[in-house]
């Protein structure tokens, strides 16, 4: 018996930390194309700004594949899986057996057909590599565009930033991280970067990168026939499910690797999760690929149970994202950008702060919080917990919105009071 | 494992708990100083809330399914063998996740260090400071 799990990030340490509740026997191989014990991905930008040292970007303690038991073959591609003989084969050639097996391999980031992408100095911004090569850059660069202005581009444009880099961000949107904010919200961080020294452009897209006789970037033309210079082109458009090889041993894609409720694949004895998945949807009950940490380490966790016989329902991923830019937090959970009737939006912003709740039938399915979002959980709990808010509605977009405000019941419940 | 509980019955709501709190995670963990001295100051990670006449104590409730240490993106909060739900403040990034998935809002910002604080059950006593210096015994620390 042996378990297999292929990428070595959040989900896989989900899954190897489930299965080792379980079973502390079995062997757990993990094999990773990166060749770094595992670390915390989002960290990367804090890496490239010089504010966390590669020492610390580990994500668990430096012994934690021998506590667990695991082999961790690094630096290793898969290229294929056989289902019938039940093994995975390395770039190298290796063929690797195991009983059950979880495609952990997260997401890739998307470059679209533009021409001059191939030109040097053209990056993408989703691996330490990538932080550490544009590292290496710096003394070149003046002057970088950051195409997309989602949570991974504006974090490489902070970052930039605070080494001293000029960053022009050009987002296709009328607005900064525009699926999960709304108008408003998308202001106040737009504003935020902008008071910073960061340029935006919205709605406009670079049509195609320029480079020198060198083969190096040195500029792009914009969408609206503008052009501007730089040194450097970070695309950060979005990230794909990575599941191309995946798909073509039999697993079936949609736009990620379709997953049920307990995170198996079509292919028996496969499972899946993370960035990689099309999973469950909490609030919509559809399949949707939700790209977030808290979501690959959940999903992680129920693969890694039902593995070992274990049986755990995955009850859905809950759409959640925080990020500080500039000393303005903001966090959204849920349907924080949706229109739709049926949804009713309270709403309040003053200064530099807005809050954002989102009702359907009295219950809270998604919020955003900017400025002040001390105690934002307790809303996200809400959601989770599919509670009735008619008792607090008038009290939801207080700033000190409190467990006070809980019908006392329900308080003493979820507190468990002293008797 | 053992837990406080908060009896808002007995609450008065005169924040002592607060403040001993604060001072036990202080440098000095002399009351004077750690208030009036010491900086950044400590933060307490009991919060007491209020609406006359009722008020009560909350922090960290220790969960058995802890959604903060599935959702910390740098491994900063664990869950012990003991069952604690304990936080490394050095690896701690200030993002801000855990502030935004507790479904308790236990886990409190310090803007000044940019890291989150959160109850420890204090590992220095025996019994958690909030509990034993809570002049009403409206917090008690007990096996459930
Ligand atoms: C800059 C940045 C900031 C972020 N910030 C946040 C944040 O603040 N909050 C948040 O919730 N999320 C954030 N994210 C997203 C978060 O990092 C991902 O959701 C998470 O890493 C997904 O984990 P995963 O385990 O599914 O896969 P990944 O972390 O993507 O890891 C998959 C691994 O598998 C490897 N692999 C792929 N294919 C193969 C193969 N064929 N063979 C072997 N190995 C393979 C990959 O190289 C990679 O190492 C951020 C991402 C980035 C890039
Ligand atoms: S911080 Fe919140 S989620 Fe984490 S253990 Fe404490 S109460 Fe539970
Ligand atoms: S604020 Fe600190 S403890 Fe909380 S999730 Fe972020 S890194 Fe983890």
């Known amino acids: 018996m042996s378990y297999v799990i292929i990428g070595n990030s959040v989900a896989a340490v989900g899954a190897i930390e489930a299965i080792r509740r379980i ?3 079995t062997p757990i191989t993990v094999i990773s194309d990166e060749p770094y014990a595992v670390y915390s991905r989002p960290l990367i930008s804090e890496l490239l700004a010089g504010q966390v040292k590669e020492e610390m970007m580990g994500y668990r303690a430096p012994d934690f594949y021998e506590r667990h038991g695991v082999e961790a073959k690094l630096g290793t591609r898969v290229v294929s899986i056989d289902s019938k003989k039940k093994t995975v084969k390395t770039e190298a050639g290796e063929s690797i057996g195991y009983n059950k097996l979880l ?7 998307f470059v679209p057909p533009m021409k001059g992408r191939e030109l ?23 002057h970088v565009v950051v195409i997309g202005a989602g949570l991974i581009g504006l974090k490489a444009a902070e970052s930039l930033h605070h080494r001293g880099v000029k ?3 050009v987002e296709l949107a009328d607005r900064v991280m525009a699926t999960v904010l709304d108008v408003e919200a998308g ?11 960061i340029d935006i452009i919205t709605g406009d897209t670079v049509d195609e990168i320029l480079g020198d006789n060198m083969g190096l970037v040195n500029g792009v033309k914009m969408k609206s026939g503008e052009a501007l210079d730089c040194d450097a082109v970070i695309v950060a458009i979005g990230v794909v499910p990575n599941a191309a090889f995946a798909k073509a041993s039999g697993v079936e894609v949609n736009r990620g690797i379709i997953t049920d409720d307990h995170m198996r694949t079509n292919l028996p004895d496969v499972y899946a999760a993370g960035d990689v998945t099309e999973g469950l949807d909490y609030l919509s009950g559809d399949n949707r690929v939700m790209p977030i940490w808290p979501n690959a380490y959940i999903q992680g966790k129920i693969a890694g149970f039902n593995m070992t016989g274990e049986e755990r329902i995955f009850t859905g991923g809950l759409a959640v994202n925080s990020i500080e830019l500039f000393g303005v937090p903001v966090v959204t959970a849920g349907m924080s950008n949706v229109d739709s009737d049926d949804l009713e939006v309270l709403k309040k912003s003053e200064g530099g702060s807005y809050r954002k709740i989102v009702l359907r039938d009295n219950k809270v399915v998604g919020a955003v919080l900017v400025g002040n979002i001390d105690r934002a959980g307790l809303v996200t709990g809400l959601i989770r917990e599919r509670i009735d808010i008619s008792a607090m509605r008038e009290r939801l977009l207080a700033d000190d919105f409190g467990y006070i405000d809980f019908p006392v019941e329900l308080r003493k419940e979820r507190l468990g009071v002293a008797l | 494992m053992k837990r406080v509980y908060t009896k808002e019955e007995a609450c008065i709501g005169c924040r002592l708990c607060e403040v001993h709190c604060l001072t036990e995670h202080s ?20 919060l007491v809330e209020e609406l006359r006449p009722v008020s009560f104590a909350v922090q960290c409730r220790h969960c058995d399914e802890p959604v903060c240490v599935e959702a910390c993106i740098t491994g900063a909060i664990t869950k012990d063998e003991s069952g604690k739900v304990v936080h490394d403040e050095e690896k701690c990034v200030g993002c801000w996740t855990c502030v935004l998935v507790c479904p308790h809002g236990a886990p409190r910002r310090d803007l000044e260090r940019r890291k989150v604080a959160k109850c420890d059950l204090c590992p220095d006593r025996e019994t958690p400071a909030c509990v034993e210096m809570c002049p009403n015994r409206a917090l008690v620390y007990e096996e459930r």
Do not use: C, W, Y
């Open chain 1, 167 to 169: 960053v022009t961000v």
């Open chain 1, 120 to 142: 040097g100095r053209v990056m993408t911004f989703i691996k330490m590599d990538d932080a550490k090569k544009i590292e290496e850059m710096l003394p070149e660069l003046k």
């Open chain 1, 23 to 25: 079973d502390k026997e």
């Open chain 1, 187 to 197: 202001k106040v961080v737009q504003d935020a970067l902008e008071n910073a020294g």
């Open chain 1, 103 to 109: 495609i952990a391999t997260g997401g890739t980031p």
């Open chain 2, 27 to 46: 440098r000095s963990k002399n009351i004077i100083k750690a208030h009036k001295k010491e900086f950044p100051r400590a933060i307490s990670r009991v």
